[in-house]
């Protein structure tokens, strides 16, 4: 396979994984204020999970070279989301404090 034939494995798994752990920290964010926490916990999970699945197989479907590539896009979306949403220090607190 090419290389341009890995590039929308790649890119498909980065978009897919932006969703998942975006999802993840939207969820994280709404369910810490709710009153029913697992069912926001759960149902999350279950969506997250089979979004990103139904996503890859779409993607991929029985090629196991691209869903190597996939996954990680998919690790790379978590590296990118991680470094976005990371709380940032106020003007107080101390330059090195991160």
């Keep these: 396979m090419s290389e341009l034939g890995w590039l929308w494995p790649l890119l498909g798994g980065v978009l897919l994984g932006g969703l998942f752990y975006g999802g993840l920290w939207w969820t994280v964010r709404r369910a810490l ?13 279950v969506l997250r999970l089979a979004g990103l699945l139904a996503g890859l197989y779409w993607l991929c479907g029985d090629a196991w070279l691209n869903w190597l590539v996939a996954l990680g896009g998919i690790g790379l979306a978590r590296l990118g989301v991680t470094r976005l949403t990371r709380p940032r220090p106020s003007p107080q607190e101390s330059p090195h404090a991160y």
């Design 33 to 45: 204020a709710s009153r029913h926490l697992a069912l926001w916990l759960g149902v999350s999970a």
